[in-house]
C-alpha cells in the first residue's frame, strides 16, 4: 500500500489550565491530536502521538474516551514522564525517539488501550476505581492507520481524560499486557495459538507470597481473521478457569470490565489463547495490514504492572491436531514493574 506523510497541522489541549490559572487535577482534559489525511489505501504503522498533560498535581483516571473514526485502525495509549521520548507535542516516527510499549509501561504504564477498528470507545471502571497519573506526565501512543476505501479520509480524533478526587479513590489499577508473536496461519485451516505466563514466580520474588490480585477489566487484540481470544487462570495442578472470552470481529468493542471481577487467589499463571481461520493458500503471520495479531490487555488491583509474552516473531512450536484444528503452543517471559508509585 502506498504511504504518505501524516499531515499534522495542530495539537490542543481542551480542559486544561490558562498560564495564569491553576491546574484542576479534577477537570476532565479532551485532548485533540492530528489531523489525519489519508489517501485511499495508505498506511501508517511506524508513527506515534505525544501530548503533554502539563498536570502539576497527580490525577486520578476513572474513565477514558477515544473518538476517532474510519480509518483509525488501532492505538495503544501510555503515560510516561515527560522527560522520557524527548521531543515536541505532536505525530512522530516510533524510532525517532526510540519509542516501544514495553519501554513505556516500565517508565509508566497504561492508560487506554482501543479495540481493532473501532471509532469511539470509552473505558468507564467502577465507582472510585482509578489509574493514577502522577505528575508532570504525558500521554504516549503507537497508531496504526489504515485507509480501506476507495476514497480519501480526514481524521481529527480526540481521547478525553475524567478524573476524579483523589478523596473518592477507593481502587488503583495497573496494567496488564501479554501478546504472542509466533504465529503461523496454516493454509486453509482452523489453528490456535497459546503462551502460558508463569506470574507467580515473578509475584513470590516481589511480595513473599503466591498471586492475590483481581482482574477489573479485560481488551482483546486481533485483526479479521481471528475466530476468538480466550484467558484462561490456572492452577498448579493444570485445571484452569476462563477470565475473559471473546469473538466479536474488528470494528466493534473488544472487552470492558469484568463482573464480577476475576481474583487471581489459587492460581500460577495467565494462558493466553488465540483462534483463526485462514482461509487464504499462504501463511499468515504475525504483522500489520492482512497479517494477526494476538494480544491481551487488562488492568488490575496489583500494584505492580504485569506483561510480557512471546515477544519474538519465532515459528510456532509444539503442533498437534485436534480434530481438524493445528494447536501451537509457545514460551512466555513475564515481567513486572512497581506500578505504586
Given at each position: ?26 477537570a ?20 506515534c ?30 503515560f ?8 515536541e ?14 519501554a ?22 467502577p ?21 480501506a ?34 504465529l ?31 482482574i ?24 484452569t ?10 470494528g ?71 480434530g ?18
Open positions: 500500500m502506498r504511504r504518505g506523510a501524516a499531515v499534522v497541522l495542530a495539537i490542543a489541549l481542551v480542559g486544561c489550565a490558562g498560564e495564569d490559572d491553576k491546574f484542576d487535577p479534577n476532565p482534559m479532551t485532548l485533540p491530536f492530528g489531523p489525519y489525511e489519508l489517501a485511499a489505501g495508505e498506511e501508517h504503522i511506524n508513527d502521538v505525544q501530548i503533554t498533560l502539563n498536570n502539576d498535581e497527580a490525577m486520578y483516571i476513572n474513565a477514558v474516551e477515544l473518538t476517532t473514526g474510519a480509518g483509525f485502525h488501532h492505538s495503544n495509549w501510555f510516561v514522564p515527560e522527560t522520557i521520548f524527548a521531543g507535542d505532536g505525530t512522530y516516527r516510533c524510532n525517532e525517539r526510540n519509542f516501544n510499549e514495553p513505556a509501561a516500565i517508565f509508566g504504564g497504561v492508560i487506554f488501550a482501543q479495540s481493532t477498528q473501532a471509532p469511539h470507545e470509552v473505558q468507564q471502571f465507582e472510585g476505581v482509578v489509574v493514577k497519573l502522577p505528575p508532570r506526565q504525558k500521554l504516549v501512543a503507537n497508531i496504526h492507520l489504515l485507509n476505501t476507495d476514497g480519501t479520509l480526514k481524521l481529527s480524533p480526540k481521547i478525553e481524560l475524567r478524573p476524579i478526587p483523589e478523596a473518592k479513590v477507593t481502587t488503583r489499577l495497573a496494567g496488564i499486557s501479554f501478546t504472542n508473536e509466533a503461523g496461519l496454516p493454509p486453509n485451516k482452523v489453528s490456535k495459538f497459546s503462551i502460558e505466563c508463569d506470574v507467580a514466580t515473578q509475584h513470590q520474588a516481589a511480595f513473599g507470597k503466591a498471586p492475590d490480585f483481581n477489573y477489566y479485560a481488551l482483546a487484540h486481533y485483526h479479521e481473521l481471528a475466530t476468538r481470544l480466550d484467558v484462561e487462570a490456572v492452577r498448579a495442578d493444570g485445571s478457569t476462563t477470565v475473559f472470552t471473546t469473538s466479536v470481529l474488528p466493534d468493542v473488544m472487552g470492558g470490565m469484568l463482573t464480577p471481577t476475576f481474583g487471581m487467589t489459587g492460581f500460577e499463571k495467565l494462558r493466553l489463547s488465540c483462534t483463526y481461520f485462514n482461509p487464504r493458500a499462504e501463511v499468515v503471520r504475525w504483522g500489520f495490514g492482512d497479517q494477526e495479531m494476538c494480544v491481551f490487555l487488562a488492568f488490575s488491583d496489583s500494584p505492580y504492572n504485569w506483561g510480557g509474552g512471546m515477544l519474538e516473531q519465532d515459528p510456532p512450536a509444539n503442533e498437534t491436531q485436534v481438524n484444528e493445528m494447536h501451537y503452543s509457545n514460551g512466555c517471559q513475564v515481567f513486572a514493574n512497581d506500578a505504586s508509585r
